[in-house]
């Protein structure tokens, strides 16, 4: 086989394999978009109502969070990682900042910077996070999967602890301030799709455009080859790991005013959600490729079809869960396929 | 006159050889053999006979199809067209269990065992001896012990292969292959990654089974092992057969020759030597725990100083510590006379003006899924802005280099990984020499790619060196380093035991040192 691949293979073969992979690969863009197109259809075809405005506004708002978590998580699956932390984190930063806007309402704060610094504290500590998930995982040299999963399991249990085991409230005064972030709306969209675009879009033009993002592709798809190219790989891991605390902040703080409230069930199997939004968009789970656009239209695809079974009775609603099972499965044999041929 | 030690033996004169065993029964040929992928032919009309008794060497460059015929005669692959004879009768082939039952064993270049089971269960890995539906463990475990003790293995039957050196694994691999009944023994260039030692080692086993009657095929591409240990040589070329003959009756310098196909002044450019020397480079004292002890040299501008040395002598990891590659436990370095200190790689690239080129061209050096492009602007991509990427300059600057470097890229979105050989050295070569290196460090500049490419990338080395860049070549190749290199340091067993020029730069002398025949020359300290 090696001495077949030293040899030129004829430009005639070339071109034709060429053609090969630009179909290949068009599918493989399209496969999300496409994938999206056939849902919105379908729920079409199962109720009417499906495409009006309030539901789909209301679809875009609430595939937000797992839309914005997702980009945080194309990059540290670009870079050949993963998170499992995520849901948890959310929780555990959801926690902190009812807390402490509680506090400085009672303390006497006028409640708009209340509101303020206690969203600062969110994303700090969501930055915070991620560093150290990143730093334990470069630094201590152990697998991200198990790192994350040994900081989804503090968090989680940090949340039980602050909450007692209950539920954590925002103050009634507090929560009527906080309240518009989530749901208000610009020019007759919602503020957290509004967040959604903008994210997507700075991390669409991050991963493809700039050098940052080409070394997490580099980083992902050859550590060694990345360390012989001058990257510094542990730091490129790390701030994936940060990039992706952040993002999970950003989610979560367009979260608390939704319902006002944390608890022990807060931010559940958002990890799994994350993750498969990114796969299904198209990102290879083993790293070294993906794309922040397909990441969003897996979050839509994994919402629309939680709607629609909300809208219709044709699935058990209690199935949700079981059918976002089979699309990452499905998804993952899909990558296989194009990958081995 | 000295007394005889192993390594003396190791280069004991050519007259000594063996005699070459009865031809006239051959045990295994190839006749007609001709292997073709698709529409890219690597080997055509192969014919040869291999006797019971006889250490047959096959010769030849990367990618003259040395390994295609082994993998043909063992089984694993299924050649194009000709047939296979064992003992005079065509066998079916592509048949690998076929093979081994009539004991025709292959010996993998990549040892093939697995690496958390232990020696025990990999000896008779598939070859399991059972009682009833569990294992015999004591039977195999007696026989193991036999084999083992053949192949003077001192291994413990229940440590896990990761445990192993590489020559244990070697020893264990030769071991479960005559676990089995064993007639024809095919060896892949086994002593790739062993010390002298263990090398000769492994030479008087060789040579222990050839006695008892075992054909042994010989894959390598070391003339010195060649001719000391081999009773006839195969020479393939471009997967042709060029000639079998008796070792006795071929030079080394003919062996090369046919080997290349050409002669070897032509291969080579004119050596040009710097003018007087300005020191670029200064290493004091350099250590690198258990690769590299204590090193110190210069390098100057516009020379060609050559590293050469068996495999695991540090020469390797010597760099990579100058190059911020790999910690270093003690050590100055001075570039132009100025001591310049930093840990990383992409600072070596701004204060030294230094690059490397690995070895290792897959593993290290190139990304294989990304394009050519991509790979070619990774390293330095700062250059295209800090941010974000100039993608306009970077196509510019990458066209510029695929004409310089006459890089062969159909498909600009193609993987790398669809390249040949050579146009992928090509890649990384470019990628290296974008960003206008004072230092070059070429670490096996030519292993794997065909001898036009070797040939270019000889004059690529030695046009870096005329326009003042100061070039390193680390390789096995003892040609390439005589041919190309101004002066040559040689290191053995993690120390630097030599400084050669003029005429000392030749095989013996190399040789010599690398081996630790002659004594370490001494260095006054600058």
Redesign the interface.
Known sequence: ???????????H???G??HL?MIGKWARDAGPLIALLLLVILGLLLNPSFLSWNNLSNVLTRSAFIGIISVGGTFVIVTGQIDLSVGAMAAFIASLMIIVMNQFANAGWSLPLAVGVGMLIGLIVGLLSGLVNGLLATKGKIDSFIVTLGTMGIFRSLVIFVANGGTLTLNSNIREAYRPVFYESWLNIPIPVWVLALVSVVGAVVLA????G??C??VG??A?????????VNQIRVIAFVVQGFCVALATLLYVPRLGSASSSTGVLWELEAITAVVVGGTALRG??GRVSGSILGALILTLIGNMLNLTNIISVYLNGAVQGIIILGAALLQRSSRTR | MHSMSPDQQYLRPVENLPQVPNETNPILAAKDVNKAYGPVTVLQGINVNFVAGEIHAIVGENGAGKSTLMKILSGIVEPSLGQVLYEGKPVETGNLRGMENLGIRLIHQELNLAEDLSVLENLFLGEEQTWGPFLDEARMRGKGREVLAKVGADVDLDAPIHDLRVSEKQLVEIAKAIAQRVTVLILDEPTASLTQRETERLFQIIESFAKDGVAILYVSHRLEEVKRLAHRITILRDGRLVTTQKAADLSPSEIVRLMVGRNLQDLFPKKISPEKQKIVLEVRNLSVPSHVKDASFTLGKGEILGFAGLIGAGRTELWEAILGLRKAAAGAIFKDGLRSQFTNYSDALQRLRAVYLSEDRKGKGLVVSFDAQTNYSLLGLKRFGSWFIDQRKERNAFREAIEQFQIKVTDRSMPVSRLSGGNQQKVLLAKILGLDPEIIVFDEPTRGIDVGTKVQIYHLIASMAAQGRACVVISSELLEIIGLCHRVIVMRSSRIVASLDGSAINEDEIMLYATGVKSPQSFSSP
């Open positions: 086989m090696k001495s077949a691949e030293l040899v030129e293979s004829t430009s073969q070339q071109r394999e060429s992979r455009k700039t050098r940052f080409r070394y592709r580099a798809s050859n060694e080859v990345a360390h012989y190219s001058a990257i510094r070294g490729s």
